[in-house]
């Protein structure tokens, strides 16, 4: 069994997904309707908009002291709405979301192994 089967069973078995982020950002692609002359700001727009989806559903469970009964299943859906437009604004820059999200680890771990995941500045 090749390696890629087998990570699939495994990963099947724990009851996770295998997309491929390539694979998922060429699909949503089969659903972008929108101005084309205005992708930047469409794609910025929506993204903001869907995280404020987001945030307005956080805003209500600290409001309300308890969240909504489906409060498990709506915020990864809007987590997927969310990833959506970063699909989109990533195919937009001709970049691979697989490659931005390798990237993001790569960046992220360096921070952590020099001990400077905390404090600011984009190139720490
Ligand atoms: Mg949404």
């Not at 069994?1 to 997904?17: G, T, V, W």
């Not at 949503?28 to 101005?35: D, M, N, Q, R, V």
């Not at 490659?99 to 360096?110: G, T």
Request: with cysteine; aromatic share 6%; glycine share 8%.
């Amino acid at each position: 069994m090749k390696l890629e089967e087998e990570a699939h069973k495994f990963m099947k078995q724990k009851n996770k997904s295998t997309i491929m982020a390539s694979i998922y950002q060429s699909s949503a692609k089969e659903t972008a309707i929108f101005p084309k002359d205005k992708a930047l700001e469409y794609l910025t727009l929506g993204l903001v908009g869907e995280s404020g989806e987001i945030a307005n559903k956080i805003k209500k469970i600290i409001r309300d002291k308890i969240p909504s009964a489906n409060w498990k299943t709506d915020l990864p859906n809007e987590i997927g709405d969310v990833l959506w437009y970063c699909a989109m604004l990533a195919d937009y820059l001709d970049a691979d979301l697989g490659a931005i999200m390798e990237n993001n680890l790569e960046k992220l771990q360096s921070r952590k192994k020099r001990g400077v995941l905390g404090g600011s500045g984009d190139n720490r």
